[in-house]
C-alpha cells in the first residue's frame, strides 16, 4: 500500500510540472496573434495583443472581427482608409503607452485619428499637450505699450514721481516753450512712458491688477 501511494504522488507532481511550462500551443480555433493593417496603402504589422490595449478603440473590435465587417487586401491585411502618416505614433502609443511625436509632426493630425480610432487615453494626451502649448505661446512675449505725456517743466518731478505701476520712464523730449506767462517762459516737455502687457491664455490682455488692501 505505501509504495503505491508514493507513485501516486509522483505522478501528481509530474503533472504539475507539466502545466506550469508556457508554450503550451493555442487550443485550436483562436485567432493568429499577429494582425496586418493596411493603412491607406502602408501595411503595418502588430499583434492582436496590442491593437486590444485600448478596449472601446475601433482596432481591438476590428481585430476581434465583432461587428465590424472590413475589406482586407490581397495579403489578408484589414483595409482602413485613413492616412498612414499619423498611424505610427498611434500604433506605438498602444504599444508602450507614450506619444511620440516627429517634431514637425502635426498633433491636430494625430488627434484626428485618435478621435476616428477612438483611443480615449490618447485624446486626452494631445489636447493637454495643445493646450499647454497655446498657454506657453500666448504668454510669451509680453507686448510693450508706450504712452506720450505732455506736461510743463514744473510739473515734470511730480508726474514721475507719481507714474503708477509697472510704467517706465522712457524717453524725454524738450519742445521748447509754447506759450510765455506774463514775462516767464514754461519750457514743454513731452515724456515717453512704456509697460509691459502681459497677454492671457483667452487672447485678453492683463495688466497685472493690484488690489487695495482693505
Not at 482608409?81 to 498611434?90: A, E, L, N, Q, V
Amino acid at each position: 500500500g505505501v509504495r503505491m501511494r508514493m507513485e501516486g504522488r509522483e505522478e501528481m507532481q509530474g503533472t504539475v510540472g507539466l502545466r506550469c511550462t508556457w508554450d503550451i500551443p493555442p487550443p485550436a480555433g483562436t485567432q493568429a496573434k499577429w494582425v496586418r493593417l493596411n493603412v491607406g496603402g502602408t501595411v503595418f504589422l502588430t499583434t492582436r495583443q496590442t491593437l486590444c490595449r485600448e478596449q472601446k478603440s475601433f482596432l481591438c473590435r476590428l481585430c476581434q472581427g465583432e461587428e465590424l465587417q472590413s475589406d482586407r487586401d490581397e495579403t489578408g491585411a484589414y483595409l482602413i482608409d485613413r492616412d498612414p502618416t499619423y498611424f505610427g505614433p498611434i500604433l506605438n502609443f498602444l504599444r508602450h503607452g507614450k506619444l511620440v511625436l516627429d517634431k514637425d509632426m502635426a498633433e491636430e493630425g494625430i488627434l484626428e485619428e485618435a478621435e476616428f480610432y477612438n483611443i480615449g487615453p490618447l485624446i486626452r494626451i494631445i489636447k493637454d499637450r495643445m493646450e499647454e502649448k497655446d498657454y506657453t505661446v500666448t504668454q510669451v512675449p509680453p507686448k510693450h505699450v508706450y504712452r506720450v505725456l505732455q506736461c510743463q517743466e514744473e510739473e515734470l518731478t511730480q508726474m514721475v514721481s507719481t507714474m503708477s505701476d509697472g510704467w517706465r520712464f522712457e524717453q524725454l523730449v524738450n519742445i521748447g516753450s509754447s506759450y510765455n506767462y506774463g514775462n516767464e517762459d514754461q519750457t514743454e516737455f513731452l515724456c515717453v512712458v512704456s509697460k509691459e502687457l502681459y497677454n492671457s491664455p483667452n487672447g485678453l490682455s492683463s495688466e497685472p491688477s493690484h488690489k487695495a488692501k482693505v
